[in-house]
């Protein structure tokens, strides 16, 4: 079996969680610039796809979106959600680790993929991070803000420490939902406590 | 035959054309910015090809204007009409006419292409909007400019309009030349009425 | 033989202290702003890498640093270099030429790469500049620092000058080691003239 045909099944659907999770903090970014519905489905669509797509032309992959009839309507979808909903609705805390969790989830589904498609361990770990912040990246910079690689805040590094133990995990060998797992809850739990404990 | 085959000779004049209005659009920006004349030439060529390599790169197939000896040549051409030419020949609704045709040609290219590719609805008429669009946002990006995406017009949404139509009459099996020529039209009948009338 | 084997092992080197150089000139902009050493060791790395990977997907090759245990820890071994020593070793022209050096080594690199590659004459020498260029624009990007291509310096140019020099040479099928030497000087003497003597 081909590691497509392997991974393929549960990647597919962490990809389709985060996808969600980020999409949300795309639109809702549009949403605070007082944005067209257009150009927050264009929020939501970039900062959902865009670390993953990185990744993918970076790793070879063919891009996990284009052939999937999913991926884009799930962001369209989350969208018109943030576009009928009130905007407190999602202030507070609760996106923040929603976010969080899609984060780590993502650092460690990257760098897996990497590693599936036979990348060396050191571009594989960075492919994790890639995976997690390159979305929120080009949302911040379309949008003219501060983007969060310089912000003061353990954002990029959460995404560092959960893509870098998955990439050790697998190359000891180690079970592969074992590594995935505490590789994932590391990252985190190295967020949270960020969000949590203003760590800077 | 493959897609390619087929395709390959309209979509290349649609591209040299796109690309000839698009680069002078960027040129015009680094005009405007009294900029050199090899900035100038870096801002068509970006502008020119940016949407249509970024759809190429994500549907997977070979960057259109790698093995073309003609598409970059006619960036830098634009690029020195621009330089030779006073910038108030360029002023007026003219060239925002041309953009829109441009635009609507991109919207409905990416969107034909892509499906000639393979690729799933949804995102096939994202890269119709990605044709289009992309281009003019790394323009506005790399200017420090705000970019189009977040402007106040109908912009994005004429592309998305002209770039829906094409793939549902595509996925209906409708006859392709009628396709592409209702869809166009559509799309550039909705932005050429947001630059008469001003709709924001 | 193919292209990548005949030209793997020479261009290889030469991508790895371009690579360097260029990391270097990435992590001490974020040095300068203050930021962590994960958000230095971005900057190395996409500073680093950024144009030879957007050259590789242009051209469709394997994307250089994936396969490569040794790109990406060069790019980390440089931002730890930089974090560990006082930035005014690092001010003054030395790094200015040091970056000239790259960048030449780049141009042509690069050129010759899309050369081999099959890409048409034009093209291959603005992947010449992409290579060049482009790393540093990503990290002007991100850093929100006016580009090097709004700058009104010699730099995009001198990687012109570099780079059409070697797909003129390769067209003319001249030895290759002369025709890489020669335009890497003159771009490199472009540059460091324009350092030297202030050329806007």
Redesign the interface.
Same mark, same amino acid.
């Given at each position: 079996m081909t590691p497509d045909q392997i991974l393929t099944p549960i990647l597919d659907w962490l990809d389709l969680a985060g996808v969600a999770v980020f999409a949300l903090t795309g639109a809702l970014v549009a949403a605070r610039?007082n944005?067209?519905f %257009?150009?927050m489905a264009?929020f939501a =669509?970039v900062t959902g796809v865009g670390g993953g797509?990185v990744r993918d032309?970076? $790793? *070879?992959a063919?891009?996990f979106?284009?052939?999937?009839?999913w991926?884009?309507?799930v962001c369209?979808g989350v969208a018109l959600i943030a576009w009928f909903t009130p905007q407190r609705w999602w202030e507070g805390d609760g996106i923040e680790y929603a976010d969080a969790a899609g984060l780590a989830a993502y650092a460690v589904l990257g760098s897996a993929k !990497?590693f599936a498609f *036979? %990348?060396? =361990?050191?571009?594989a770990a #960075?492919m994790g #991070?890639v995976t997690g912040c390159v979305g929120g $990246?080009i949302r911040d =910079?379309? !949008? *003219?803000r501060?983007?969060i $690689?310089?912000r003061?805040e353990l954002y #990029?590094?959460a995404a560092?420490f959960g893509a870098t133990l998955c990439v050790i995990g697998l190359s000891l060998r180690i079970e592969q939902t074992v590594v995935w797992s505490v590789a994932a809850l590391a990252g985190f739990t190295l967020r949270a406590a960020a969000i949590r404990f203003g760590w800077a």
């Open positions: 610039l944005q067209t %257009v150009t264009f =669509l797509t032309l970076l $790793i *070879g063919p891009v979106w284009m052939q999937d009839p991926v884009a309507s369209f !990497a *036979g %990348v060396a =361990l050191v571009p #960075v #991070v $990246i =910079l379309v !949008a *003219g501060p983007s $690689i310089m003061p #990029v590094t560092a």
